[in-house]
């Protein structure tokens, strides 16, 4: 094992504030897998013989109360990246423990984190509702991984960083899902009249191709850039798997299903 590979392993954690939850990876692991056996197991089996609640005023107030929480980040996530400018996005590396700024990386982390942890609550509602269908594999990965990550590159890694961008914009497209949650969830009427559903989906498989080119850019046009190797990787990795998840899901739902109509 060569001294990079090491260096992976060494001197942790990053960061020696500790927040809440983020102190280690173990209470994110603890959390995922309370949520998989919820979703899987105990919720099935609870709801196996009782008929579907009716939860539709809860998930209007948890989906406001997303959007509000998304639209926070997004909108300080503006100011800082653009007006305050802490970072190069040539190379976008974490801050030095003692930069001025390097709070507001720690805040943006953990508020992002624990919208993250949040987000498992709409496949409760699935559960609830006996709306399985929804519970794809795709749904609980993308939640899964995101609870994970979060924490894994703060114990790891630090606070902000090239990650940064990640969470900025995936509160945008979050502020949106959110949205259109909350509208067919108060109007179940016009559901089908939305016309933006599917352009969501278009928008989550945006934000991946811009976080893999993102990967490539910095790699390519700055090698030199100290943001770590195995985090490029990571979110290369990351971006390609979800870009084939939610192409698939979008070609499935709205390519597919058309074409078998006509």
Request: proline letters at 5%.
């Amino acid at each position: 094992m060569n001294s990079s590979l090491l260096d992976v392993f060494r001197g942790f954690p990053a960061d020696p504030v500790h927040l809440p939850l983020l102190g280690t990876p173990i209470p994110s692991i603890m959390i995922v897998l309370g949520y998989l056996l919820l979703v899987f197991k105990v919720g099935p089996d609870f709801m196996e013989s009782r008929k579907p609640y009716n939860v539709r005023n809860a998930m209007l107030v948890y989906n406001l109360c997303q959007v509000v929480m998304n639209l926070i980040v997004f909108l300080k996530g503006s100011e800082y990246l653009f007006v305050t400018k802490p970072y190069n996005f040539y190379c976008m590396t974490t801050l030095p423990l003692d930069h001025p700024d390097k709070q507001v990386d720690r805040l943006f982390t953990y508020f992002f984190f624990l919208i993250k942890v949040t987000d498992l609550m709409d496949t409760v509602f699935f559960v609830l509702r006996k709306s399985y269908k929804q519970i794809t594999v795709l749904h609980v990965f993308h939640h899964a991984v995101m609870v994970l990550g979060v924490p894994l590159t703060y114990y790891f890694y630090g606070a902000g960083g090239q990650y940064n961008l990640m969470g900025y914009i995936n509160s945008f497209v979050h502020m949106v899902m959110y949205s259109y949650y909350f509208a067919s969830a108060w109007h179940p009427q016009v559901k089908r009249q939305l016309w933006w559903k599917k352009y969501i989906t278009k928008l989550q498989l945006l934000q991946f191709v811009i976080l893999f080119a993102q990967g490539i850019l910095t790699i390519s046009l700055n090698p030199g850039c100290s943001f770590p190797w195995y985090l490029q990787f990571v979110q290369l990795a990351l971006s390609t798997t979800m870009i084939v998840m939610f192409g698939n899901f979008y070609y499935q739902t709205y390519v597919k299903a058309k074409s078998k109509q006509q």
